[in-house]
């Protein structure tokens, strides 16, 4: 995601230089800056859904809607067919970049093995970027195409890449159950339990930081026999384990 992120910074920054070097901006056949302004919105769509941003989404659907209409007053004006026929296919393109980005915001349908990666992703990659690219028969190809048959004076617009994002598995913790005491105020260790005698000694107490404890018993050097049994405030959690060599 880092070198796509890369990829759009280096777009912007080659967009602007060459801008400055030609003049950009500049109306041929009455409908240069038209087509710089439907690129711009339609760019501008395309990049809300690349990054989620919902908010300024709805804005800029409405630009592109804006630009569509406005590319229809001129449609009707060109005589040449080859250019009328570039329009054509421009307007469809976008006018389906504007239908797909109103569903995303009104009532998204997710393919079923893309909906751990959630409504943006999948329309970006999947529904959009081809209304975009070459390989789809995509807006900014055709408009390349429309700037150089016209001798526009308009840079030739840039693709735009698929993003990739890496969907990780939900950690499933362990639920420990709390134990709770059936013995209340506790002052000292019993002496006896279940008639067994309680030995304890000051080295063998030991001090935690955590009301959760994980407890690992073993046996010194060899298997001899020897068990084991835990008790936790007069419950028994374990009672008579062996220790043995392997577990």
């Not at 919902?54 to 080859?82: A, G, T, V």
Request: charged content about 25%; some cysteine.
């Amino acid at each position: 995601m880092d070198l796509i992120d890369l990829f759009y910074a280096m777009q912007i920054n080659l967009e602007g230089s060459l801008e400055d070097v030609y003049n950009e901006i500049s109306s041929s056949n009455g409908g240069d800056n038209v087509w710089l302004k439907l690129y711009v919105d339609s760019k501008a769509v395309l990049l809300d859904v690349r990054y989620s941003n919902e908010h300024d989404l709805s804005k800029n659907i409405k630009e592109l809607d804006n630009s569509i209409s406005r590319c229809k007053e001129i449609q009707s004006k060109i005589s040449d067919p080859h250019t009328a026929s570039y329009i054509s296919k421009i307007i469809k393109l976008n006018s389906d970049i504007y239908s797909i980005s109103q569903e995303l915001l009104n009532n998204p349908q997710v393919s079923k093995e893309y909906l751990l990666y959630g409504p943006y992703y999948y329309y970006y990659n999947i529904k959009l970027v081809e209304k975009y690219n070459r390989y789809g028969n995509g807006f900014v190809g055709i408009l390349n195409k429309l700037i150089e048959s016209n001798n526009f004076n308009s840079l030739l617009k840039m693709e735009f890449p698929h993003y990739f994002k890496v969907i990780y598995p939900q950690r499933k913790e362990k639920k420990i159950e709390a134990i709770s005491s059936k013995m209340t105020n506790i002052q000292s260790l019993p002496t006896e339990l279940d008639g067994r005698k309680v030995l304890s000694a000051s080295a063998g107490v030991i001090h935690a930081d955590s009301s959760v404890l994980k407890l690992e018993l073993f046996d010194n050097k060899i298997q001899d026999g020897d068990i084991v049994s835990i008790n936790f405030n007069g419950d028994w959690i374990y009672n008579n384990i062996s220790l043995e060599t392997k577990t």
